[in-house]
Structure formats: structure tokens, C-alpha cells
């Protein structure tokens, strides 16, 4: 092992590892029509030789081909208006066909052969300064995550408990916890951060932390609640012996232990690989981009950008962040490991409600928000008129899906093991607004949300804090509490849905809105807020959203205007009101009885018939749910289980 503190061999460094600051590697080639073939050492040149040769007149596409083999780069490559595509010309970066071309944002730092390893990251990353409390779920994806990694595995901080979280707590005053049992001893030193869910059981929080070895004092300074009843954490950077796969850090010193010592040890320097900035008509096709501190690919203000065949993954945080973008594509893509959000998508005018038609189409999204553990959904669509279709995303401690926002499409997926960790929580999820309207939600397969304790209040779809004017039809639901939850809304429309084996009942609805959320709906609340700063008397928004005009006419809070029709619930109830007296007019719901005995056929095929007669075709691709052959499915897993904390 390298003593503590010791400056590292130069081969441990990245100028001595075949690569600079420009990402330089050989056989990058460059066609331009009408001109003899390129070749150059650098991504970064070859997007200039691209943009110099459309200077001459080209109207037809510029291929940039990467080879076989590992591109570093240790700072983005910039497309703007300049150096982009055109119409006529657009701009294409493209891999191998068979997926062996890779652009990474991580640095050598150990090479293979070594059980430990010590990193000097003021040498090998001076301008990375991690924050280990930035991943809370108000912590930005774009704050820069430590990300260390051995043989194309993510490795992780060292932990107390190793795995999960400890939930035997007593609070005492002055924000500490003692373990219930007299007897635990508790990790002790400098540099340790506190993580789990301690105020909310939907909130994932990192905080600073104290320990004397009995009890833990917390740094509370920025929270606005309380400790709930049963706190869920996990202290993280623990000193003392590592278990292998795992590191600490002492201000600029990693200590780290193999889990692969034929491997080497890289560490993540670049903050993303490519960021869009008013650029248009790009396509990367076939490219693994791995490896990034941040987001991995950041578009904004931009058009007709697209990501088809590639991986995008092992990040710090999103794997695909868009705002303000048009026509933006992610299509047969595996997305996975990322420590944010997988992908998410803002575009569109909501005074015009213009579409942005920006989409995730046929794509495997899992083992997301492995950081940043909550709020950072497989994908997130705002805005106007954006969409998920035709793809597979689970494997997270959240949300699969989150939505705000008009007139959006969730279509033919399958959300599977979310919300793994969570209550008060669903696979897909909107909330807390009367105008984001005109959503639908149509022909997903959505099963196995939710941690599996008693009482945890985790749906499907959950329509949260009256949040409105949403279609739910042709879903199929399985093994959750509720199928789908409204949380005081109106004007949301559920019609034949099929839900089995629910815990507690197919639909929730309550009127939360005139009791304990009356204030949100009052004169002064966040809903009527919201409502008159959206232009819902305007002639289009009157013909769009008919019923919202007149909602201060109409008992403003009060759940009015849903209905539920044609709705098949199979082993459990449909309907669970709060109160009872609640009413969710339509006909046709059916409720079918199943023995204990019948739930195991049921599940593996019913539920799975039932899903291909809604989107009327067969499964054609490696992944159940998923249409479409992917060229890199096996660097992710298929996300059949609830990942470990």
C-alpha cells in the first residue's frame, strides 16, 4: 500500500496516461463530402475540422467515426450554434457498430496489481472539491460528486451499518440520536456525513455528524423539521479498515480497496463530456459516455439533438439533463449507475403550450439516484409536451417517472422496482398543481413499487396534493399498496386499468383539500398562486382544459370532476375513500376474487397478456417490457429487484 500522503508514481497521473486535456487519442476520423478523409487525435479538433469543412458550402451530413478503445477526456467538449450541425448538414458522432468505442471522463490513478491504494486528489483532480453532503435531495446533479471506479464498477464509501440503514434510535434534544440498545458502538472520527431519511420518510438528507462513540450530534442547521419517529440512517465515510470495493477520504488523501486487483483504480475529473448550448441537428450514435462528476450530457436552449444506441452512465449526476429543448431524442439507450436522475426533459411553452417534442424512446433506464437518493426519478419530463415511450426503468430508491408540467406522454412502458426505499411515494409521479393538465398516462405495466412494509402508502401512479386533469387508461398494475392515488385532485380520469394483488385497494382518493391541505387552496395558498400565474382564462387554455376556468366556482380543494370507469381489480378491493363518503363516479368497475393459490400464475402471465393485448404487439427485445434491441444491455443490469442501500 502507498503510505499515507505520499505523492503518487507519475503513472498514476493523467498526463502520463496517454491523455490531455483535449481527450487526445489516435484513429478519430472525420468525412466531410466532397473532401479526402480526415484523422485526428483529438475529439476536440475533429469538432473543429467538422465546423471548418461546413464552412465551404456542404449540405450533407459530417460523420465523425471514433474507433475501438477509450477516449479520455478530462473537460467537456462545447457545441453552440458555431461548431453544431445544420438542416442540411448535421453533425454526427458514431462509434463502432459493435460498442467497443468508449468516451470517459475518469483518469488513471492506480494501476492494477494492488489490494490498496492511497490518492492524492489535489495532484491527480486539483480543481475537484467533494462535497460529501451534496446529495441531499435539494443538492444539485450538477455539484460535483467523488466518483471512484475499478473494472467498470462504481465503488463506494465506507459505511456503518455496511448495508441499509440502522433505525433503533432514540432522540435526545440538541439534534442527537443514541441507539436504542445501551450496548451499540458507534463509529468515531473526523470527516464522517450522516444519511438517510431523518426527517421524512420520502427525504433523503446528508448532513455533517458528530459521533462520541454512544450517540451522534447532527448538523441541523438547514433543516426545517423535526426528527420523525423511526430516523433511517447510515453514517458514510467511517474510518478505520476498508471492506473491499469501498474508500474513504481525509481532506485530499482516498484511501481505497480493491475488489479486483487485476483491475485499475480511475477516479471521475470531468465535470460532464458534452454540454449543448444553442446548438442544433447533432447526433451521437454508438458511443459508451461514462465516468463524469456531473451530468454526462448537458443541452440547453437547443434543437434536433439526439443520443441513439449509446450508453450514458456512472455519473455523478443525471445522465441526460435538457432544459429549454426542442426536438431532443434519447433513443435505444442504456442508461445506468448514474448518482442523480437518469434522464430529464424541459422544453415547451405553457402560455402557448407549444410542444417541445423532446423524448426517451425505447431505452433501458436503471440503478438511478444512487446518490442523490430521492427526487431524481429514470426520467423527468417538464415543461410542454414531452415523452417516455416503449422503455424499461427500475431499480431505484424513488420514483421511476416524475412529471410536471402540460400535455405530456408516458406510453408503453414498464416501471418496475421503485420506490424501493421510500413511503408516501409512487413509480410515477405529479403533484401539487391545478393547471399542469392534459397528461396521460396509457399502456405501461407498472408492478413491484414500494419497500414492502406494512402501512407504507406507495401507489403506482400517484397524483399527489391535488394535482389535476390527468388520463390514466389501459395500465396494468401489480404487487403495490394503492394502484393509483389521488391526493385531493379533480378532473383526473382512470378508465380500463387492470390492478392485481394490490395491498390495499386499486384507487385512493381523498379530499385532502378541505381539511389538513385547506391553506394550499385558500386565497393565499400555493395552488391558487400557481393558478393565477398560468393564463387559464386565455381562449386556447379554455378550449384545452374546459373544466379549469370556472375551478374557483366549484369549491376550490374539493375533489370534483373525477371518475373511474371500466376498471378490473383483481384479489382486492377497488376503491379506498377518506373519507368514505367519497364518491368516484363510473360504471363498469369490476372486482374478481383469486385464491392464494392462483396469484403465482397470475402474476407471470395474465398481468403480462393482459399488458400485450393494450399495446397489441410481442416482446422483441432482451428486456421484458422493452422493444428494442440494445447494443449495450449488458453493461446494465435488468433492474428485477429493489436495489441495496
Not at 483529438?42 to 461546413?54: C, K
Request: neutral net charge; charged residues 15%.
Amino acid at each position: 500500500m502507498l503510505a499515507f500522503g505520499a505523492m503518487l508514481p507519475s503513472s498514476f497521473l493523467a498526463s502520463d496516461a496517454s491523455v490531455d486535456a483535449a481527450g487526445q487519442q489516435g484513429g478519430i476520423s472525420i468525412a466531410i463530402p466532397g473532401q479526402a478523409v480526415q484523422e485526428s487525435k483529438s475529439l476536440e479538433d475533429a469538432v473543429s475540422i467538422a465546423q471548418a469543412g461546413r464552412g465551404n458550402g456542404v449540405d450533407q451530413p459530417i460523420v465523425i467515426t471514433l474507433p475501438s478503445g477509450v477516449i479520455h477526456l478530462t473537460k467537456p467538449i462545447a457545441f453552440t450554434d458555431h461548431n453544431g450541425g445544420t438542416l442540411k448538414s448535421p453533425l454526427i458522432i458514431r462509434g463502432q457498430a459493435d460498442g467497443s468505442s468508449i468516451i470517459s471522463g475518469a483518469v488513471v490513478v492506480a494501476g492494477s496489481g494492488s489490494t490498496d491504494a492511497e490518492i492524492d486528489l489535489s495532484r491527480v483532480a486539483p480543481g475537484l472539491k467533494p462535497d460529501l453532503t451534496a446529495t441531499s435531495t435539494e443538492a444539485s446533479s450538477a455539484d460535483a460528486k467523488l466518483l471512484l471506479f475499478q473494472g467498470g464498477r462504481v465503488l463506494s464509501l465506507s459505511s456503518w451499518p455496511s448495508t441499509g440503514y440502522a433505525t433503533n434510535w432514540r432522540t435526545l434534544p440538541s439534534n442527537m440520536l443514541r441507539p436504542a440498545l445501551e450496548k451499540t458502538r458507534l463509529p468515531t472520527g473526523a470527516g464522517m456525513v450522516a444519511a438517510g431519511y431523518i426527517s421524512q420518510d420520502w427525504r433523503y438528507e446528508t448532513v455533517a455528524v458528530q459521533s462520541d462513540g454512544t450517540a451522534l450530534t447532527l448538523d441541523r442547521s438547514k433543516a426545517d423539521e423535526a426528527f420523525q419517529k423511526t430516523v433511517r440512517l447510515k453514517l458514510l465515510n467511517v474510518p478505520g479498515p476498508l471492506a473491499a470495493g469501498r474508500y474513504a477520504i481525509d481532506h485530499n488523501i482516498v484511501r481505497v480497496r480493491a475488489f479486483d486487483r487485476k483491475a485499475p483504480f480511475e477516479v471521475a475529473v470531468a465535470p460532464s463530456l458534452f454540454t449543448f448550448n444553442g446548438a442544433h441537428d447533432v447526433r451521437i450514435e454508438a458511443v459508451a459516455l461514462e465516468k463524469t462528476t456531473g451530468t454526462a450530457v448537458s443541452i440547453t436552449n437547443s434543437d434536433a439533438i439526439s443520443l441513439t444506441d449509446c450508453f450514458i452512465g456512472r455519473t455523478g449526476g443525471y445522465a441526460v439533463d435538457v432544459a429549454d429543448g426542442r426536438n431532443v431524442h434519447v433513443e435505444r439507450c442504456v442508461v445506468a449507475q448514474t448518482g442523480g436522475g437518469g434522464v430529464r426533459l424541459n422544453g415547451g411553452n405553457r402560455t402557448t403550450l407549444q410542444p417541445a417534442r423532446n423524448a426517451v424512446l425505447d431505452s433501458l433506464i436503471v440503478d438511478f439516484g444512487q446518490l442523490i437518493r430521492t427526487y431524481a426519478p429514470g426520467v423527468a419530463l417538464t415543461g410542454v409536451g414531452n415523452s417516455v415511450s416503449g422503455s424499461f426503468i427500475g431499480g431505484a430508491p424513488h420514483a421511476g417517472v416524475v412529471l410536471a408540467g402540460n400535455d405530456h406522454f408516458v406510453q408503453d412502458n414498464e416501471v418496475g422496482f421503485v420506490a424501493c426505499e421510500t413511503n408516501d411515494a409512487s413509480a410515477i409521479y405529479m403533484g401539487r398543481d391545478w393547471t399542469q393538465r392534459g397528461n396521460r398516462l396509457t399502456r405501461n405495466f407498472i408492478h413491484d413499487a414500494g419497500p414492502g412494509t406494512p402501512g407504507a402508502i406507495v401507489s403506482g401512479i400517484y397524483l399527489d396534493d391535488q394535482f389535476s386533469g390527468t388520463r390514466i387508461d389501459h395500465n396494468v398494475m401489480l404487487r403495490m399498496p394503492h394502484g393509483v392515488f389521488v391526493g385531493g385532485g379533480r378532473d383526473n380520469h382512470i378508465e380500463d386499468n387492470v390492478f392485481a394483488l394490490m395491498g390495499r385497494s386499486a384507487v385512493w382518493i381523498d379530499d385532502r383539500g378541505m381539511n389538513w391541505q385547506h391553506d394550499a387552496a385558500g386565497p393565499n395558498g400555493l395552488l391558487r398562486q400557481t393558478l393565477k400565474a398560468s393564463p387559464y382564462l386565455s381562449p386556447l387554455w379554455r378550449t384545452r382544459y374546459p373544466t379549469l376556468p370556472n375551478l374557483l366556482n366549484e369549491r376550490p380543494g374539493f375533489p370534483v370532476g373525477n371518475t373511474a370507469a371500466h376498471n378490473t381489480v383483481i384479489g382486492g378491493q377497488f376503491l379506498w375513500a377518506n373519507p368514505m363518503t367519497l364518491k368516484l363516479p363510473g360504471a363498469g368497475n369490476q372486482e374478481q376474487p383469486i385464491t392464494p393459490a392462483q396469484q403465482t400464475a397470475l402474476a407471470s402471465n395474465m398481468i403480462r397478456q393482459q399488458y400485450l393485448a393494450f399495446r397489441g404487439s410481442t416482446w422483441t427485445g432482451s428486456v421484458p417490457g422493452l422493444h428494442a434491441k440494445l447494443l449495450f444491455a449488458g453493461y446494465a443490469s435488468e433492474a428485477k429487484r429493489c436495489p441495496a442501500a
